[in-house]
């Protein structure tokens, strides 16, 4: 199963294009085999905050978006190995809470995370994808 990072999930549902070939590969082949594509339950407090903020502008109400979200991909709630694992990641990994969270989900549930921010790459924590 594959986690996808915050601008990963937006970009699957509102701009794909900006989706690396090798991440549309991926995504199309989990689709054909019936894999369920999940997110972290932060993606969807990150989203609905930089709505909030102004930082982010969707076409839709929040509300009905996180719904869409939820509809299409699996929702991972944070446990206490995730937090626990998040709140231990070295330096110089991202400070982040976000990141950390969500990267300690992948970790944690031995997912492949697609994500294009390079820190997190370069920190090499879990299975990567871009």
Same mark, same amino acid.
């Given at each position: 199963?594959i986690l996808l990072d915050t601008h990963a999930a937006l ?12 991440v549309r590969a991926r995504l199309h082949d989990a689709e054909?085999?019936?894999?369920? %594509? #999940?997110? *972290? ?13 102004? =930082? /982010? ?24 190995? %995730? #937090?626990? *694992? ?13 990141? =950390? /969270?969500?990267?300690?989900?992948a970790l944690v549930n031995d997912l492949t995370l697609i ?16």
């Amino acid at each position: 199963m594959i986690l996808l990072d915050t601008h990963a999930a937006l970009w699957v549902e509102i701009a794909p294009e900006r989706l690396s070939l090798r991440v549309r590969a991926r995504l199309h082949d989990a689709e054909e085999a019936g894999e369920p %594509i #999940a997110i *972290s339950c932060m993606t969807l407090w990150e989203i609905a905050y930089k709505n909030a903020q102004n =930082r /982010l502008e969707l076409f839709v109400p929040c509300d009905e978006f996180l719904k869409e979200l939820a509809n299409d991909f699996l929702i991972l709630p944070i446990d206490r190995h %995730i #937090a626990n *694992s998040a709140a231990g990641f070295p330096d110089p990994f991202p400070r982040d809470p976000m990141d =950390r /969270l969500i990267t300690a989900t992948a970790l944690v549930n031995d997912l492949t995370l697609i994500t294009v921010d390079e820190k997190i790459h370069k920190a090499s924590l879990c299975k990567l994808l871009w």
